[in-house]
């Protein structure tokens, strides 16, 4: 366990649905960042947030959204679904704004595979 | 335009044997460079990270070179394992608080 928890697990459903991903940090880490990968592609950037505010923004599309609570969890919303977005969606958090503190990088959740049919 | 570039063909190789991986970048100036490890349908795993002034860094079986003016990262795995056997990859900043994976490379490890 890393200590990022993402919830659900796996998520099926229809083209033009919505659904939110969840994602609760390690303890103590202020910034949450959130990737998708693609089956057989790398890790796209989607964005990030330190402390409750966008800090970065990757190739967000204008169908997703984010934000951060005050209590550090994350939400990804991703709306009008498409085939395209079945991807696995990672969550990450990390202590500081530029991602890393001496030898410390990024710890990851072991992601929400959505499938969208 | 930024470019982060690992072999994508997977690396092969024979159990005891130490394994070798690349990370080439372009139009980045990164102060530093991570290494994950991903196994597959699995969240990458933190493994090493180098700064931009070090030359090298040693952890265990692991070791890193940070080349910028080459603007390459070596990344070792020395008396590999067949537990080794996994896709590897480098990380940088991006700028702007943004932190970009190459592709991986997968790296087969035979008993």
């Known amino acids: 366990d890393s200590g990022v928890t993402q919830t659900p697990k796996h998520l099926i459903t229809a083209t033009g649905q919505r659904v939110t991903l969840r994602c609760s940090p390690r303890s103590g880490d202020l910034s949450v960042y959130w990737y998708q990968q693609s089956l057989d592609q790398g890790l796209q950037f989607l964005i990030q947030?330190?402390?409750?505010?966008?800090?970065a923004k990757g190739n967000i599309l204008e169908r997703f959204s984010a934000q951060q609570f005050p209590d550090l969890h994350s939400e990804l919303n991703l709306s009008s679904l498409e085939l395209g977005d079945s991807a696995l969606y990672f969550c990450a958090s990390s202590r500081w704004t530029g991602g890393v503190l001496l030898n410390y990088g990024y710890t990851f959740g072991s992601g929400t595979r959505l499938t969208v049919v | 335009s930024q470019k982060i570039e690992q072999n994508s063909e997977a690396l092969n190789i024979q159990e005891g044997k130490t394994a070798t991986l690349t990370c080439n970048y372009t139009?980045?100036?990164?102060?530093?460079l991570q290494w994950y490890r991903q196994d597959p349908g699995r969240g990458p795993v933190f493994l090493l990270l180098i700064r931009e002034n070090e030359k090298e860094k040693r952890k265990e079986r692991l070791k890193v070179t940070f080349d910028t003016t080459l603007k390459q990262s070596l990344f070792h795995i020395t008396a590999s394992q067949p537990a080794d056997s996994a896709t590897y990859l480098c990380a940088l900043e991006g700028g702007g608080f943004k932190t970009i994976f190459g592709a991986g490379t997968r790296l087969f490890v035979k008993a």
């Open positions: 947030y330190y402390n409750g505010e966008e800090r």
């Open positions: 139009n980045y100036s990164p102060a530093y």
